[in-house]
Structures are given as C-alpha cells and as structure tokens.
C-alpha cells in the first residue's frame, strides 16, 4: 500500500506520516535564490532601483510640501509694503518666508522702478529656476519605470534561454527540475520589474501632481503681485 501511495506522489513533494501529500510552500528568498546567479543579480540590480526610486519620492515629496507652505497673509503684506513705499521691509519679508513663491516676489520687488515688462520677464526667469528646483530627479523616476520593466523582461530572455540550454543538454528527457531554474529567472524577473516599474511610475505621477499645483502657485501670486504694480496709484 505504502509503496502504491509512493508511486501516486510528484516528485520532490513531501509526504507525511499518514502518508498524505504535503504541500510545500515557497518564500520569497528561496524563490530569488532557485532562479540562479543571473536571475539573483538582475533581481539585485532592480532592488537598487526599487530603494532609489523610493529615495526619490520621499525626498521630492518633502521638498514640494515644504515649497507648497505660503503665509495667506503674505501677499497682503506684501501689497502693504508696496504700497506705502516700504521696498526693503517688503524685500526683508521675502527673505525671510523663503519659499518660492516669496522668492520670485523678491525678484519682482528687487526690479521696482524699472518698465513692467522688465519686472515680468525677471520673475518669469526666476520661476523657470524654481520649478527646475522643485523637478530635480523627478524625471529619474519616469526612467526607472520605463526601464524596470525592461530590465525586468531582460531577465525573462535570459531565463528561458538557460531553460532552452538546460533541456538541449538534457539527452531529450525532459524533466521540470532541469528547466526550473531557468524558469524561475524568467518569472521573478519578469514580476519584479513589473513591480519596480509600478511604484516608480505611481510615485513619478503623483509628484508631477503636486509639482504642478506648486507652480500654479507661484503663477497665481505673480500675477497678483504685476496686478498690483499696474494699478493705479
């Protein structure tokens, strides 16, 4: 009987005392390490990718919150100052907001008495500055995701070349633990570059969001700011 139920068991399946079938289960750890050496750096290679798109996020994200915080009493403040001729109080107050917006106010500030055109063309220059600012390595992530993927689907190639390999070396007996390698690089690859490309593509979009509603923003307070200078005194 024991010997029936022997033959009727897969094998590398485990089998219990009672003589039951035990389904065996597979970790992450030892699903990476059964793909083999290429399938492990490829799976390293995207990890540090996984770990620098997430840097970026979290790092960009920050900043654009920290850049998004304006006083909403700033730019009455700021229309006071003008108004009653105070430039340098108006300036002081600028650099010690310290954000972008106040920073293109300053620049607009800093060019009182010259034609309108000129204070427009100063601010916009200086707002070009801010939103490279507010962008940097943003457009890293848009890479990761688009590369991920490739990278990912990269090591599907080679693992179903090593399955390809494997089986013609096999003397035409195939038998699945000869093409698991092979395969198991093929799939981790594949799934992990899908992931890494996910999260970067998520978390690049998602930037581009608050980018955007930071630099409306500083559009929206400009504009207040020339509105200003162009009112009749």
Same mark, same amino acid.
């Given at each position: 009987?024991?010997?029936?139920?022997?033959? #009727? !068991?897969?094998?590398?399946?485990?089998?219990?005392?009672?003589?039951?079938? !035990?389904?065996?289960?597979?970790?992450?750890?030892?699903?990476?390490?059964?793909?083999?050496?290429?399938?492990?750096?490829?799976?390293?290679?995207?990890?540090?990718?996984?770990?620098?798109?997430?840097?970026?996020?979290?790092?960009?994200?920050?900043?654009?919150?920290?850049?998004?915080?304006?006083?909403?009493?700033? $730019?009455?403040?700021?229309? *006071?100052?003008?108004?009653?001729?105070?430039?340098?109080?108006?300036?002081? &107050?600028?650099?010690?907001?310290?954000?972008?917006? =106040?920073?293109?106010?300053?620049?607009?500030?800093?060019?009182?008495?010259?034609?309108?055109?000129?204070?427009? @063309?100063?601010?916009?220059?200086?707002?070009?500055?801010?939103?490279?600012? &507010?962008?940097? #390595? !943003?457009?890293?992530?848009?890479?990761?995701?688009?590369?991920?993927? $490739?990278?990912?689907?990269?090591?599907?190639? !080679?693992?179903?070349?090593?399955?390809?390999?494997? &089986?013609?070396?096999?003397?035409?007996?195939?038998? %699945? *633990?000869?093409?698991? =390698?092979?395969?198991? @690089?093929?799939? @981790?690859?594949?799934?992990?570059?899908?992931?890494?490309?996910?999260?970067?593509?998520?978390?690049?979009?998602?930037?581009?969001?608050? @980018? *955007?509603?930071?630099?409306?923003? %500083?559009?929206?307070? =400009? &504009?207040?700011?020339?509105?200003?200078? #162009?009112?009749? =005194?």
């Amino acid at each position: 009987m024991l010997n029936t139920i022997l033959q #009727n !068991v897969p094998d590398g399946a485990e089998v219990s005392t009672e003589g039951e079938p !035990v389904e065996k289960t597979l970790s992450i750890i030892e699903l990476i390490s059964s793909g083999g050496f290429a399938g492990q750096i490829i799976i390293a290679i995207l990890f540090l990718l996984l770990v620098a798109a997430i840097y970026i996020y979290f790092e960009r994200l920050f900043a654009i919150k920290a850049a998004s915080q304006v006083d909403a009493n700033f $730019m009455n403040q700021i229309k *006071d100052h003008v108004s009653n001729g105070k430039i340098e109080s108006a300036q002081a &107050l600028c650099t010690q907001v310290n954000s972008p917006v =106040s920073r293109l106010i300053g620049k607009g500030i800093s060019r009182i008495g010259k034609p309108l055109a000129d204070i427009n @063309t100063a601010i916009e220059n200086a707002g070009r500055l801010e939103i490279y600012g &507010l962008e940097k #390595n !943003v457009s890293v992530l848009a890479t990761i995701s688009g590369a991920a993927p $490739m990278i990912g689907f990269l090591g599907t190639v !080679v693992g179903m070349i090593l399955a390809i390999f494997e &089986l013609a070396n096999a003397g035409g007996s195939i038998q %699945m *633990d000869v093409l698991a =390698s092979g395969l198991y @690089t093929a799939m @981790t690859t594949t799934v992990a570059g899908l992931i890494v490309g996910i999260v970067a593509y998520i978390t690049y979009n998602h930037l581009v969001v608050k @980018t *955007d509603k930071v630099v409306y923003q %500083m559009e929206a307070n =400009s &504009l207040e700011f020339l509105d200003h200078l #162009n009112e009749p =005194s």
